[in-house]
């Protein structure tokens, strides 16, 4: 080091950044990904052209280049860009940063304020933001991996257009690898690093679209490559063997509480309902290997047997249960086998909702109409002037009947005839069909013909 011609604080600061930070994009035509926002005639790409002044919210996975645009657009429109994070920030620095950006806008300085993570923001925060917005005082673009239909508030939404950002293919972040390596001003170049094409592709898989990971992992590999942790020789070439020991584990892009734990327990519950044994399991290790609590899970699968399979096969649900009970009684990873089979079965198992829209047809039936006295018959009379009212009067012990049906109405008056549960032709279902068939026959050969 040079005494006399020190390093500038900035150079130094960059050059110890993270590979993802120093390979960032710096313009649009190092951006890599997203063609149905930024390609010809694309609506990012036209607002960016045409300089529109509208705040803009980015809704995607970790990794996908969020922040990059924010500063290529900061960048292109020649604006103060002002980065806040959610976590760090209140209400405080949001008011002073945003009188320092309405006297900058008096002097016709433009000001973009990027929001990471603006899903955090509670709603006094982000209500902060709105007559700033409003009067154009700023520009605010937030990042957010949360839907923003649920995590940011209506008035703010409202004012800003939403761009869905989608994960990086495994052969664009490969590319992405390829060109770091080779980057000597910004990359790894200047270590002279070669690397096998399966190597990067594996470490690319193993990000899941998330480009800022791939990065990172490759990060490691070159260290592991140039100082073994073992005392090792010391290599110039990533191969699959070494990436497979930088890799660890798949980043797996999942959150208990948000957007993608619905989705992925919907695929599963989806595929369950279309008999899809191959793609119910997938979804279910997909789950398991992102840390999803397995009771659950077992909770939601006893809803699926109950739900989708009902009566057309009653046993599902005994099986649902001693799943739960395995899950409980081993633990995890022993017991998830147990709820394997058990997803396996229900997407087998014939299927039927004929329960499912019997209950809520009668559960509509309560809300729409007034609430029906239980007719005398059918009421309980363990006392003398419960009898002399005619509680219970009329009323025929079933099993003292012939074919054990009594030709009685259950249902008040006003209902009578209201048919809820229609079973279906599958599997047990068939059964129960039949058998509603033949009590229709014995009630109706007990009543006066005429």
Request: some cysteine; glycine content about 6%.
């Amino acid at each position: 080091m040079n005494l006399f011609n020190p390093i500038p604080a900035a150079a130094a600061q960059a050059s110890q950044a993270p590979l993802a930070d120093r390979m960032r994009p710096r313009t649009l035509d190092e951006f890599v990904g997203q063609e149905h926002l930024l390609g010809p005639g694309k609506p990012l790409a036209l607002a960016i052209a045409h300089d529109d002044p509208t705040s803009m919210i980015f809704w995607g996975p970790p990794g996908t280049g969020k922040t990059t645009l924010a500063k290529i657009i900061a960048a292109m429109t020649q604006s103060t860009f002002i980065e806040f994070s959610a976590v760090m920030s209140g209400i405080k620095e949001i008011k002073a940063v945003m009188v320092a950006a309405e006297k900058a806008a008096g002097f016709r300085s433009r000001t973009i304020l990027f929001i990471d993570e603006i899903h955090r923001f509670n709603k006094a925060q982000q209500d902060a933001f709105l007559p700033y917005v409003e009067r154009g005082t700023i520009r605010l673009i937030g990042a957010t991996t949360e839907n923003p239909s649920f995590e940011v508030i209506s008035a703010l939404l409202s004012r800003c257009r939403v761009y869905v950002l989608q994960p990086l293919s495994e052969e664009r972040i490969a590319a992405l690898l390829r060109r770091a390596l080779e980057d000597s001003e910004r990359g790894l170049g200047s270590l002279n690093l070669t690397a096998d094409n399966d190597a990067l592709t594996l470490i690319a898989s193993y990000s899941s679209g998330d480009c800022r990971s791939a990065y990172n992992t490759l990060e490691v590999a070159a260290q592991l490559a140039k100082a073994p942790p073992d005392g090792g020789a010391a290599t110039d070439h990533i191969d699959r063997t070494l990436a497979t020991e930088a890799v660890q584990q798949r980043v797996l892009m999942y959150d208990k509480s948000g957007e993608e734990h619905f989705n992925l327990i919907s695929a599963l519950h989806k595929s369950v309902r279309n008999s899809d044994p191959d793609a119910s399991l997938y979804w279910l290790a997909r789950m398991f290997a992102a840390g999803e609590d397995p009771l659950y899970l077992a909770r939601r699968v006893v809803r699926m047997a109950v739900e989708d399979i009902g009566l057309a096969a009653p046993e599902a649900l005994n099986l649902c249960l001693s799943a739960k009970e395995a899950i409980e009684f081993l633990g995890s990873p022993e017991g998830d086998l147990a709820l394997a089979e058990a997803v396996v079965y229900l997407a087998l198992a014939p299927k039927s909702n004929a329960v499912y829209l019997a209950f809520g047809a009668a559960q509509q039936e309560i809300e729409q109409t007034r609430q029906e006295p239980v007719p005398l018959h059918l009421r309980n009379a363990p006392t003398r002037l419960m009898k002399e009212l005619d509680y219970a009067k009329g009323y025929r012990y079933a099993q003292d009947e012939e074919g054990r049906v009594a030709d009685m109405d259950c249902l008040p008056d006003s209902l009578r005839g209201h048919v809820y549960y229609k079973p279906t032709q599958e599997g047990r279902e068939k059964q129960l069909a039949a058998r509603m068939e033949e009590i229709r026959r014995i009630r109706a050969g007990k009543r006066p013909q005429g």
